[in-house]
DNA sequence: CTGAAAGCGCTTACAG
DNA sequence: CTGAAAGCGCTTACAG
């Protein structure tokens, strides 16, 4: 009889059985900027494991503004999501970390550290410092000697993160470093791009991630300054569009399906057994190389 | 008193009001590709909106699968959605737009139209068809003869639809039509460029949209072609790619931003008031001229 | 106008 | 092992 009532229009109440005490099955993702094509890759990722795992995902992008960050928090956590990650906008954590402990929702902070309290908000990211290392003694390797690394707002973590493993190449090389800081954008890229493209300042330049670095390749292009020879190009992250442009981007992966796989399955296993992941972790990073440090001869 | 307790750490309990039969203050979107940038700046700016009147978002990727899209639409049901915004998954529409139609989920499909039952399920796209004429317009009139139209699976309603208008313009002006069929990704539209690049088949072409045509572009710059003179390119959509590429990309703009905060304001507004909009809406397009239908001198 | 009671649809603990 | 009752935290309609 009730499976007659079942199969024409009867639907669980998840609301109710949540009053109740049940686990609700509703989990959050929070992101700083979505429309970036690193986080659209990293979200789809996230959503499609949370989903295969049966969970619904509540998504909010914050632009990189903690106020609309911790407005979105709330909303989730009134909601009732059963967990959350997070990759945060910097500025006034207590705001968007103060109720999530309270609430107790396991909560991995992803990409950025925001919050100190990694006891309480484990961190999780690709190993960013090792990365740059790599592809600054690849530039080395390759023969170049005046280095400039493009992107990145100086007094961000994110940024010095990445810087650290560049400057330390460089200064066991005895070699000069130069940051020149400034926006995570492709336009940025583009118009600090000019400037190098039209002097000779540098034989080569590491950027904060691969927007920047595309920004970059499309002034050196617009210059008619070929890449890979003179002048060679690493990007981070390996976005889709790295290897799909003219010449394909030498960069840092960090494997964004693998990474946001990995992340929101550390999320859903904090979550069903109960066992906080360590406090912070570093997944390893691989430099893939492309023409634009390699030059025509590969 | 109550003020006092609500002051640390009481949280409204939104399960117990939505069981009573307040509003959820959950909406739901579901994507068929949010790895594609069109995408992820089409679902930040809906999320945004949402955000920003009020309600929170569940997320959805369905990668294109039917399957998968009924299963995730089925949980936002059961999770309380209170009206859905879909870019729909072709094959197999009952399993998704049954429930919602038993569950009397407010739905909106953006986009592509799946489910014929646009008075039930209301229509909502660009114009795509008065896109891609304004575009072959364009080229007819710098010259242009033999224009190809590259990407888009033939037998899909939104392959259909961006070529009639190319189809209609090039039958006007007594021209030859070519439709180089296949996905929609950058990779297509490089193999296509490189077999355009080595031939003089054609001298001009409009992509299914600015991904494929993205690839094209990186075809001919490997080829040494340039773009703009002897061969003129178009995409469709405006991500924010297209303007930062070399040369930038001539596009059909839907704006994206607009487009999306447009459709999440339509779908909110039908829940709120009541009122069904109408079964089909087409929103303008605009042919945003760049170098590479220009070439160098403007 | 204010305050106590009923009930939404589940799950859980308890009685038969 | 099965079935009726209690109760989760709200909102709504009703009594005072």
Redesign the interface.
């Known amino acids: 009889v009730r499976e007659a009532i079942g199969a024409?229009?009867y639907?669980?109440?998840?609301?109710?059985a949540?009053?109740r005490g049940a686990r609700?099955?509703?989990v959050g993702l929070v992101i700083n900027d979505?429309?970036n094509?690193f986080?659209?890759?990293f979200?789809?990722s996230v959503?499609?494991e949370f989903?295969a795992r049966g969970y619904?995902?509540?998504?909010?992008?914050t632009?990189g503004d903690p106020v609309?960050q911790a407005?979105?928090t709330g909303?989730?956590?009134?909601?009732?999501v059963s967990a959350l990650l997070i990759s945060a906008a910097y500025g006034d954590e207590e705001a968007t970390f103060g109720?999530l402990a309270?609430?107790s929702v396991p909560t991995i902070q992803v990409l950025r550290k925001v919050d100190p309290r990694t006891d309480l908000f484990p961190f999780l990211a690709p190993d960013y410092a090792a990365g740059t290392a790599a592809a600054t003694r690849h530039l080395i390797g390759r023969g170049a000697q005046r280095i400039a690394f493009v992107g990145g707002l100086a007094a961000r973590p994110v940024t010095q993160e990445r810087l650290s493993g560049y400057l330390a190449e460089l200064d066991a090389a005895g070699l000069p470093a130069r940051h020149w800081a400034g926006p995570v954008s492709?336009?940025f890229g583009?118009e600090t791009g000019a400037v190098l493209a039209a002097s000779d300042l540098h034989d080569a330049a590491i950027c904060y991630n691969d927007l920047v670095a595309?920004?970059l390749l499309?002034a050196f292009?617009?210059a008619e300054r070929p890449l890979g020879d003179r002048f060679r190009l690493i990007g981070i992250d390996d976005i889709?569009?790295a290897g799909?442009?003219?010449p394909p981007l030498t960069t840092v992966a960090c494997d964004i399906d693998d990474f946001g796989a990995d992340a929101a399955a550390r999320m859903l296993d904090w979550l069903e057994t109960g066992v906080r992941p360590a406090p912070e972790t570093r997944t390893p990073v691989r430099l893939v190389t492309r023409a634009s440090t390699l030059g025509r001869n590969g």
Chains 1, 2 share one sequence.
């Open positions: 024409l229009g639907v669980y109440n998840r609301p109710a949540q009053l609700t099955g509703l979505l429309r094509p986080f659209g890759e979200a789809a959503q499609m989903a619904a995902t509540v998504i909010a992008n632009d609309v407005q979105v909303s989730m956590i009134e909601h009732g109720p309270r609430a492709r336009s583009r595309l920004g499309v292009n617009e889709e569009a799909q442009v003219w």
